[in-house]
C-alpha cells in the first residue's frame, strides 16, 4: 500500500504531544486608560478583495476603506492556515496550527492552560469581554467572554450578529471593552458557486451577463509544472459536491467573481453600522480595531475555488489595524502571520504583558510608526488539504509547508513525485510557473529549504523535517476518519 499513492499519482497524471504546563498568570496593566479593542473577522476574504486596494470599478467597501484611511494596511498578511478552524484557533492562541494540534475542520480538544486564549488574556486584566458570531474554535467560550452569542447554526447569522453588537455597544461600559464580532461573509460564495438560488445570509441579486462581471483572473490555468499534489487536489476536489466548479467556463468564473465582491459589500455595510455605533456610542477616539479575515478564497485562481490551498488567494488576508489619531497612516509589506502576531499585538496595545512562550510579534510598535527592531525575513504557513472527494477507492489528502520569504514563495507537500514549488512573486505575482526544477534557481531553492528546516527546530515542528527528508515516500491516503465541522 505504500506505494498507491504514486500509482494513483501516475494514472491521473496520465494525458488523459502538546506540552502541559501551568496557566500564566497575567498581571492587569495598572493605567487606568486603557483602549478598548474591536476585533472584527470576516469569513473567506481575499487581501486585496477591497476598493482601497482594487479601485472602486467591481468592488465598493468604505467601511474597509475608511479603516485603512485612520490606520495601518499590511499588504502581506498571511493566514496561518488557510482553513477556518486551524486559522482561527491560531488567532486566538497565538499558536502554530501544528502546536495546537488543529490543523483541519475538526474539533480538536487541547489544554486550555498551555494555550490560554484571547479572552482569558483580556478578562484577567479586567476588560469586559464580548463575542459575537462564527465561533468555530475548539475551546468553549464561557468564563472569559462575559457577554456571548453564538449561533445555533453554522451559517446565515450575519444580521443577529450586527444587531447583538450594535446592542452590546450602545450600552454603557465601565471598564475597557475587548469586543470580537466574527461575520459570516463573503463564506456565502461557497453555496453561490454551487448554484444554491437561497444564499445562507440573503440575497446579492442575479449577476448581469459576463462582460458586465469583473474579468476571469488571470491564473486561471494550473501553474505550469505545478506540483502532482496539487493536480490530485485540484481533481478531488472538483469531485466533490463541495467544489463543483471543475468545468466553470471563464464567463462562469466572472460571474462568480461578481456575486463574491456583492457579499463582500454586504458584509462591509455590516460593519459601516458597526463602526457607526462606535461613534455614536462615545468610544471611537479610544478604540483599537483589528480587522482580518480567516483566510480568503481562490475565486478561480488556478481552477479552484474556496480555500485550503497555498496559492496567494487562498493564504494571504486582510490586516488593517486602526487606532483613530494615533496609528501610522500608512501600508507595510512586513511579512505577517496573523495566527501569531495578532495575540500579541492586541495584549501589547492593551498593556497585558505577552507571554514569552507567545513565538509570534507584536504590530503595535509597528502600528504606531515607532522605531522597531528587525523584522523577520520569512513566515511559514501551514497546510492540511482534507476535503475532496475520492478518485476510484481513494481520498487524497496532503499537508504541506509554506516559506514566504521577501520575493519568493517556496512551498512542500507530503504526497507525490514532483512535491515543491517555487514562484518569484516579484516577477510573477499570479504563480503561473513553478521553478522549483529550474536549475538557475536551484540556489534559492535550497535556500529556502534551509528556512523551513530552521522553522521546523525551532518550533518543534515534526513534519517540516518530514516533508524536507530525501527518503520521504509517497504515503497512501485513505482516511475517512475526520468529522468536518464544516466546510
Not at 467601511?63 to 484557533?89: E, H, Q, V, W
Not at 475597557?176 to 453555496?191: D, G, K
Not at 491564473?219 to 463541495?242: C, F, V, W
Not at 501589547?348 to 522597531?372: D, E, F, H, Y
Amino acid at each position: 500500500m505504500k506505494h498507491t499513492f504514486k500509482l494513483l499519482t501516475a494514472l491521473l497524471l496520465s494525458p488523459l504531544v502538546t506540552l502541559h504546563a501551568a496557566e500564566p498568570q497575567i498581571d492587569a496593566p495598572k493605567s487606568t486608560d486603557r483602549p478598548n479593542v474591536l476585533f472584527i473577522i470576516t469569513d473567506q476574504q481575499f487581501a486585496d478583495a477591497m476598493s482601497c486596494r482594487m479601485g472602486k470599478q467591481f468592488i465598493n467597501t468604505p467601511a474597509m476603506d475608511s479603516l485603512a484611511k485612520s490606520g495601518i494596511l499590511f499588504t502581506r498578511a498571511y493566514a496561518a492556515n488557510p482553513l477556518c478552524m486551524p486559522s482561527r484557533n491560531a488567532m486566538f492562541t497565538g499558536r502554530y496550527p501544528h502546536e495546537t494540534g488543529v490543523t483541519r475542520n475538526a474539533h480538536v480538544k487541547f489544554d486550555a492552560a498551555e494555550f490560554v486564549d484571547l479572552g482569558t488574556y483580556f478578562h484577567r486584566a479586567g476588560y469586559e469581554t464580548a463575542y459575537f458570531g462564527k465561533g468555530h474554535l475548539s475551546f468553549k467560550l464561557n468564563k472569559q467572554f462575559e457577554t456571548r452569542e453564538l449561533p445555533a447554526r453554522n451559517d446565515g447569522h450575519d444580521k443577529e450578529t450586527l444587531t447583538s453588537t450594535l446592542k452590546f455597544l450602545g450600552k454603557p461600559h465601565h471598564r475597557p471593552f475587548l469586543c470580537v464580532v466574527s461575520f459570516m461573509n463573503p463564506h456565502n460564495v461557497c453555496e453561490l458557486a454551487r448554484g444554491q438560488k437561497l444564499l445562507p445570509d440573503g440575497p446579492v441579486g442575479t449577476a448581469p451577463a459576463p462582460e458586465k462581471c469583473p474579468p476571469a483572473p488571470a491564473n486561471l490555468a494550473p501553474q505550469q509544472d505545478e506540483p502532482d499534489t496539487m493536480t490530485i487536489m485540484r481533481r478531488g476536489y472538483h469531485a466533490s459536491h463541495k467544489f463543483p466548479v471543475g468545468n466553470f467556463t471563464p464567463d462562469q468564473w466572472r460571474q462568480l467573481r461578481w456575486g463574491y465582491y456583492r457579499l463582500i459589500e454586504k458584509v462591509d455595510a455590516q460593519i459601516a453600522e458597526v463602526l457607526d455605533a462606535l461613534r455614536k456610542a462615545g468610544q471611537e477616539d479610544n478604540t483599537v480595531i483589528v480587522f482580518t479575515s480567516d483566510h480568503g478564497e481562490c475565486a478561480g485562481a488556478h481552477g479552484f475555488n474556496q480555500k485550503t490551498v497555498l496559492y496567494e488567494e487562498s493564504a494571504r488576508v486582510p490586516l488593517i489595524i486602526s487606532y483613530k489619531g494615533q496609528t501610522k497612516l500608512a501600508e507595510s509589506d512586513k511579512l505577517i502571520n496573523t495566527g501569531i502576531d495578532l495575540l500579541p499585538t492586541m495584549l501589547n496595545c492593551a498593556g497585558i504583558s505577552v507571554p514569552t512562550k507567545l513565538p509570534g510579534r507584536s504590530l503595535w510598535p509597528v502600528a504606531l510608526g515607532q522605531a522597531s527592531p528587525e523584522w523577520r525575513d520569512y513566515i511559514v504557513v501551514e497546510d492540511n488539504m482534507d476535503q475532496a472527494a475520492s478518485i476510484g477507492p481513494y481520498r487524497p489528502t496532503a499537508e504541506g509547508r509554506m516559506v514566504r520569504t521577501e520575493r519568493y514563495k517556496y512551498c512542500v507537500y507530503s504526497h507525490g513525485d514532483r512535491r515543491e514549488s517555487l514562484v518569484d512573486l516579484i516577477t510573477d505575482p499570479g504563480e503561473t510557473k513553478n521553478l522549483a526544477r529550474d536549475p538557475e534557481y536551484r540556489k534559492i531553492l535550497l535556500e529556502h529549504r534551509a528556512r523551513l528546516t530552521q522553522f521546523g527546530k525551532e518550533h518543534n515542528d515534526q513534519l517540516a523535517a518530514k516533508l524536507l527528508a530525501d527518503d520521504v515516500k509517497p504515503i497512501p491516503s485513505t482516511s475517512n476518519d475526520v468529522t468536518s465541522a464544516e466546510e
